[in-house]
């Protein structure tokens, strides 16, 4: 029996006037630890099991987009990347709805 292969990858857009900040702040934060850049309106998060890519644009929008080697890491960088963006926005209190693909 071939196994259905599971999602590696989600994408999340959330709406908020602070798109551009909070994806400074999130690539600030774990570049104490991890490789993390951004430049303009674009970061990108380098983590042990896969990536995440930041856009911000200009309608109010950051557009979250992780990619893991396996469905299990891809459930915890979901999560680890969702609970700080929570902290970090904990006024607007952000819905993130990932759409895996």
Sequence with gaps: MIEASLPTASQARVRTPKARNYLI???KH???????????NHGRIQFDGGACELDADDAGTLVIAVSAGNADNLTTLEDVVERHLKRFAFKEEPSVPWVRG
């Design 25 to 27: 702040q999130l690539c």
């Design 30 to 40: 774990f570049a104490h630890r991890i490789p993390a850049t951004f430049a303009d």
